[in-house]
């Protein structure tokens, strides 16, 4: 919606609104006011407060955290009245996304061949909270070894729903494209079929809407809407364990559909026979179709994400620093990307290219110096959080395997990275003879050689010290 349409009737006018654009325009360096100001919009005007909308919530808190000086200042000098500013997030107002690309017949497309291309789908009258994000399409989503088999069964599911693989179940760890999948399949369901009754629900979404149907006696329209479509995508469902009626719910929810042949696509951050706390009977109907897992991208992807959010945004990524970036943030694609717009947002606050000296300036809590070693004591507190323990626990006196391994596995770390003696390491696990951290040392490489899962979490934790 525009200015003009959000100002109709409301006591601050149009012209207002379009006087205090031009005061800011006048003050600002054109890129700036093009990247920040101009996709703002006048959003409502409630008793007195103003409520300005920005697209998303990045967009929302840099302008509140950087600018609302700025407004106001200027406020005052375009209307009489003493109002109080609100900046909201309204999707409404995001540009429209590119649609998704095919791949080139005989495998998955290639991280270039994902690009934007041409405007998304339709997403006709569906209700606002039951739409797909236009950002979230196959086009838009990187691919690479670490996410490809997600992709393809994603592809299939959306290229045949409810014939293929159904349901569909994605499982990884949070911020790896889980959700972006889900969306993408929406989105080329609502395209295929011209439309439809696609609904896509987070779980905590699902089970709000549930409990207030109970509380409201709408429990007959709650079915109607998720019974009643076409194709139903859930995203993490780990968060329906332990409530019990919200699950049971689900678990006829999932069998009316299934017996319909209508496509069901699930996500969740564990695979289902770690879905502690969940009904099994409703982690096995999970298992009836496509399990496939989704991991941490590697380099080449990572960077591959970051110059597609550069092309979006229109900044200027030299490769140096998109290396950077990708070298030290490894297990979380959000965390990646906001890592770039905190760069992109500092860079343009100063007024300066983005360099890799910028970026290790602003990046400091992320990237370390040349030759960072981390003290043993935060060797410490990450081991112990990982495996979730205390410190005081971690370098107690107990014998417990729970304590010990970790213990160990940290003594390992603390030789390898933070470059103490054996000695030194000792006396910080309050022990008073250096041979329990070389026993150690000794235990952890035969273990990781014989323990895959061992040696992943060894590997993770060397990469969260190391950054």
Request: hydrophobic share 40%.
């Amino acid at each position: 919606m525009d200015a003009t349409a959000m100002a109709r009737g409301n006591p601050m006018q149009d012209d207002h609104w379009e006087r205090l654009l031009h005061s800011l325009r006048a003050r600002l360096r054109p890129d700036l006011y093009d990247r920040w100001f101009a996709p703002l919009r006048f959003h409502a005007r409630r008793a007195d407060r103003l409520e300005v909308a920005a697209p998303d919530k990045f967009h929302r808190d840099f302008i509140d955290d950087n600018y609302r000086h700025l407004f106001e200042e200027h406020l005052p000098l375009v209307t009489s009245e003493k109002l109080k500013l609100a900046f909201v997030v309204d999707e409404s107002a995001r540009p429209r996304p590119p649609a998704p690309q095919h791949p080139p017949p005989g495998g998955a497309p290639t991280p270039a061949a994902l690009l934007p291309a041409t405007a998304g789908p339709s997403v006709g009258a569906i209700p606002r909270d039951s739409r797909p994000n236009p950002r979230y399409t196959f086009g838009t989503f990187v691919v690479g070894e670490s996410n490809q088999f997600a992709f393809a069964a994603a592809r299939a599911v959306a290229e045949k729903p409810g014939a293929s693989y159904n349901p569909l179940f994605v499982h990884g760890d949070s911020g790896l494209g889980k959700t972006h999948l889900l969306h993408a399949i929406a989105h080329a369901i609502m395209e295929k079929r011209g439309g439809g009754c696609v609904t896509i629900v987070s779980s905590e979404t699902y089970t709000n809407e549930f409990l207030d149907a109970l509380a409201k006696n709408g429990m007959s329209d709650f079915r109607r809407k998720y019974r009643g479509c076409d194709a139903l995508l859930v995203d993490d469902v780990q968060f329906f364990a332990s409530r019990d009626k919200t699950a049971d719910e689900f678990f006829h929810t999932f069998n009316a559909l299934h017996e319909q042949g209508v496509q069901i696509v699930v996500s969740s951050d564990r695979s289902p026979k770690e879905l502690h706390g969940l009904d099994n009977r409703l982690c096995s109907r999970f298992e009836w179709g496509m399990r496939v897992p989704i991991a941490a991208p590697e380099f080449e992807t990572r960077a591959a994400i970051l110059r597609r959010k550069a092309d979006a945004e229109r900044l200027e990524l030299p490769e140096g620093v998109a290396a950077l970036l990708a070298t030290h943030i490894k297990t979380n694609v959000r965390e990646l990307e906001g890592a770039l717009m905190r760069l992109s947002a500092f860079a343009s606050l100063k007024q300066e290219p983005i360099t890799e000296n910028l970026a290790r300036d602003v990046l400091a809590d992320i990237i370390p110096p040349p030759g960072y070693k981390p003290p043993i004591e935060k060797i410490q507190e990450v081991v112990a959080k990982h495996y979730g323990l205390t410190v005081a626990k971690l370098t107690s006196a107990s014998r417990e395997q729970k304590v010990s391994l970790p213990r160990q596995m940290a003594m390992y770390l603390c030789r390898q990275l933070s470059g103490e003696t054996y000695q030194a390491i000792a006396e910080k696990f309050n022990r008073r003879d250096h041979t329990t951290v070389i026993a150690a040392e000794r235990r952890v490489e035969e273990l990781s050689a014989e323990d895959p899962r061992l040696a992943q979490d060894l590997a993770q934790l060397t990469s969260r010290l190391k950054s």
